[in-house]
């Protein structure tokens, strides 16, 4: 299986920064990496496909890039609303693998 | 708009089969897409666990493969889970969802625990 590694698990910023969310793969996925969102209710959201596509209805404060082994999701311009844990996702081979996540909290 | 809704027993027994079902509202499970499973254990780790396409093909999770089971039923406009001989590391939140390359929709997950 592919590993999806998220070195940071929790993150700290102030509302309006601009904040960075790290995913590294144990191998080239080709761009094949999504990202999502859950809120602390346990609601789920894509936010990101294809590294850098925006899903529909996603704000564009949210972004995403990457190619090889390692991508970002950016969010500028922090709102409370961010408040969430972000996962990565690579559909490059089966069986679909996440990353461990990053907790995003408001300073 | 797709809405997805998980329902099961919440408690199973270990050596038990769990049953989940989705029912799916909005959209047609065989018009496209997949339809999968997922779930996400204590501690926040989420797995992918399989998928019924709008065909009926399906795909698991090899870690899984030879306990996880996927139907439908088309005239009810659902699917299903069944996980067979479930231990305690079977305890997670069981989400259903819409997608194939990526998963555009989920449900709001439901709770299971496996525990005598």
């Known amino acids: 299986d592919i590993q999806m590694t998220q070195t940071t698990s929790s993150l700290s910023a102030s509302l309006g920064d601009r904040v960075t969310i790290s995913c590294s793969a144990s191998q080239g996925i080709s761009n094949y990496l999504n990202w999502y969102q859950q809120k602390p209710d346990g609601t789920v959201k894509l936010l990101i496909y294809?590294?850098?596509s925006l899903h529909s209805g996603v704000p564009s404060r949210f972004s995403g890039s990457g190619s090889g082994t390692d991508y970002s999701l950016t969010i500028s311009n922090l709102e409370p609303e961010d408040i969430a844990t972000y996962y990565c996702q690579q559909y490059s081979k089966l069986p679909w693998t996440f990353g461990g996540g990053t907790k995003l909290e408001i300073k | 708009d797709v809405q997805l809704q998980e329902s099961g027993p919440g408690l199973v027994k270990p050596s038990q089969s769990l049953s989940l079902t989705c029912t799916v509202t909005?959209?047609?499970?065989?018009?496209?897409?997949?339809w999968n499973w997922i779930r996400q254990f204590p501690g926040n780790k989420l797995e992918w666990m399989g998928y019924i396409s709008y065909s009926g093909s399906t795909s698991y999770n090899p870690s899984l493969k030879s306990r996880i089971s996927i139907t439908r039923d088309t005239s009810k406009n659902q699917f299903f889970l069944q996980l067979n001989s479930v231990t305690t590391e079977d305890t997670a939140t069981y989400y259903c969802?819409?997608?194939?390359?990526?998963?555009?929709?989920w449900g709001q997950g439901t709770t299971l625990t496996v525990s005598s």
């Open positions: 909005g959209y047609s499970i065989t018009s496209d897409y997949a």
């Open positions: 294809y590294t850098s």
């Open positions: 969802a819409r997608g194939g390359n990526y998963v555009g929709d």
